[in-house]
């Protein structure tokens, strides 16, 4: 009798590193939001980062995109330092990000967030400059892209949380980043229109786009992602693909406090 085959381990092979960071750490009072986190992300792959409530996940993009300063570490963007650049510097590097709270600006309509999307600055100022037809016509084929074209007239406040999500992304878009870190697309989103999104990453990705994700939907990280980092107290704790990832004894200790 022949002993089984062991079960197939998936062995990444080498990568490309893209974003990555080396001892970031970010104290709120007593709290150690991110804890002298040391990570590399994979560059043009769908990458997740995910872990527990509270575990540092969106301190962590703060500081990596600039909107707050870190105490301590380094950020790296394929090979570069990005470390204390302001956000539109980053944005410039070609890193985009959304938030978890979606920020759109609810009695805009859709069409004029997507101008806003592309020229930071002053709200007058932005929409006086904003109404470029190259602009309209790039905001018009970015909302049809995430298939929320016949709602350019609507407010935004008019339109449901996840077709606000996917405008988000949309005006993501608008700046044409190489890297895109979405903060919880899928928070608050009904199934129908968490599948659109799903596709639209991975359709985005096979056009060379590097993601970035933070989710909680187990289902959509598994699915989608080629490399996952666990975050735990600040920190990662594990990382791999996801078939590795989800069988660490590590994950689960973090997720159910055992
Ligand atoms: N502006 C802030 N002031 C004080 N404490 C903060 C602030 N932002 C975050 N924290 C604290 O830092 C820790 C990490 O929070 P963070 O929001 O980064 O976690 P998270 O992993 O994104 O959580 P979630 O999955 O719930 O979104 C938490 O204890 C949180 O209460
Ligand atoms: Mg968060």
Redesign the pocket.
């Known amino acids: 009798m022949t002993a089984p085959d062991p079960t197939p381990v998936e062995v990444e092979t080498p990568f490309e590193v893209g974003l990555a960071t080396e001892g970031l750490s970010k104290a709120?009072?007593g709290?150690q939001?991110?804890d002298g986190a040391s990570v590399q992300f994979h560059h043009g792959k769908v990458n997740a980062l995910i872990?527990?409530?509270?575990?540092?996940?969106?301190?962590?993009?703060?500081c990596v995109t600039g909107m707050?300063r870190a105490d301590a570490g380094t950020v790296s963007y394929r090979g570069r330092s990005i470390t204390g650049k302001a956000p539109h510097r980053i944005a410039r590097a070609g890193i985009g990000r959304s938030f978890?709270l979606c920020r759109v600006f609810p009695r805009m309509t859709v069409l004029e967030n997507m101008l806003t999307a592309v020229r930071p600055g002053s709200l007058p100022r932005l929409l006086a400059s904003a109404h470029h037809r190259d602009d309209v016509e790039r905001a018009r084929e970015l909302l049809a892209r995430v298939g929320i074209e016949h709602l350019e007239r609507a407010e935004a406040r008019d339109i449901s949380y996840g077709q606000q999500k996917l405008l988000e992304l949309a005006g993501v878009l608008m700046a044409d980043p190489e890297t895109i870190m979405l903060?919880?697309p899928a928070g608050g989103v009904n199934p129908a229109l968490i599948e659109r999104i799903a596709e639209l990453v991975r359709s985005l990705n096979a056009e060379g786009r590097t993601f970035i994700v933070?989710e909680?939907n187990m289902e959509l990280v598994m699915s989608l992602s080629d490399h996952v980092v666990v975050?735990d107290r600040?920190r990662p704790i594990c990382e791999g693909p996801p078939s590795v990832v989800q069988n660490d004894p590590r994950v689960l200790e973090a997720y159910l406090g055992i």
């Open positions: 709120f009072g709290v939001a991110v872990g527990p409530n509270g575990s540092g996940k969106t301190t962590f993009f703060n707050i978890q903060d919880e933070v909680h975050f600040g």
